[in-house]
C-alpha cells in the first residue's frame, strides 16, 4: 500500500473513517506524504531551497503521476511549505478516491433533510488499523524499520498523530533517531511538515 494511503489511514479513525487531527494537519501530512512518494521513486527532492523535480516518466500510480506532472508545470523552484499548502486543498480526498478504486475505503451517502453527507469508511477495520498497529509495534520492540515505516513515523511526529497514541515510550529521543536515519530530502520534508502543522495550529488559538 502507497505511503500515503496508510497514513491516511493511520490519520482517520478505524471504523467510522472520522479524522483524528485538525483538517490542516490532516492536509499538510498527506500532501507530505504524496511528495514522500515521489521521493522514494527519486522523482523530486525537497531542499532548503525549494522542491526540486527530475524530468522523467511518470509513476505508473494515476494519482502519484498527476501530482509529479503538477511540480514539473512549474517552471521555477517553489519552497516545500507552498506546496504542502498547495498539495493539501485536496490531498485527503485526492487519496480517499485512490483508496476506494483500490477497495480498501467505500464511501458512505448519508441523506439528511437538506444535504446528503458523504464520508468514506474503511472496508476492513483490521486492515484500517494494521499501519498503527505494525508502526507501534515496531517501535516499541524497538525492530529495524523499513524506510517506509521512518517516514510514517516521522509524519505521526510532525503532525501531532503520534500523541494521539499509546507513544509515550518511544516518542522523543527515539522517535528523532529513527528520523535522523532518513536521507535530508526525507528529514527535510518532515522537518518541513512540523512547521506547518506548528504555524497551523498557532493561527487557531
Not at 67 to 92: C, I, K, M, N
Request: hydrophobic fraction near 50%.
Amino acid at each position: 500500500m502507497p505511503i500515503a494511503d496508510e497514513f491516511y489511514l493511520m490519520t482517520h479513525d478505524d471504523v467510522s473513517g472520522d479524522s483524528r487531527l485538525h483538517a490542516k494537519a490532516v492536509g499538510f501530512g498527506l500532501a507530505a506524504a504524496l511528495l514522500a512518494e515521489l521521493c522514494l521513486l527519486d522523482l523530486v527532492r525537497p531542499a532548503a531551497e525549494g522542491v526540486a523535480v527530475r524530468n522523467a516518466p511518470p509513476p505508473p500510480d494515476a494519482l502519484a503521476a498527476r501530482v509529479h506532472g503538477q511540480l514539473l508545470a512549474e517552471p521555477q523552484l517553489h519552497p516545500v511549505r507552498d506546496w504542502l499548502t498547495f498539495l493539501g486543498l485536496s490531498a485527503e480526498s485526492d487519496i480517499a478516491v485512490r483508496m476506494t478504486a483500490a477497495g480498501a475505503l467505500q464511501l458512505v451517502e448519508t441523506r439528511r433533510l437538506l444535504s446528503v453527507q458523504r464520508r468514506y469508511m474503511p472496508v476492513s477495520v483490521n486492515d484500517a488499523a494494521w499501519p498503527t498497529a505494525r508502526l507501534i509495534g515496531r517501535l516499541r520492540r524497538q525492530e529495524e524499520m523499513s524506510v517506509e515505516d521512518r517516514i510514517l513515523a516521522g509524519l505521526a511526529f510532525a503532525t501531532g498523530l503520534s500523541t494521539t497514541f499509546a507513544w509515550d515510550d518511544v516518542r522523543g529521543r527515539k522517535l528523532a533517531q529513527i528520523i535522523a536515519v532518513l536521507d535530508e530530502p526525507l528529514r527535510v520534508l518532515i522537518a518541513e511538515t512540523e512547521l506547518a502543522v506548528s504555524r497551523a495550529v498557532a493561527k487557531l488559538t
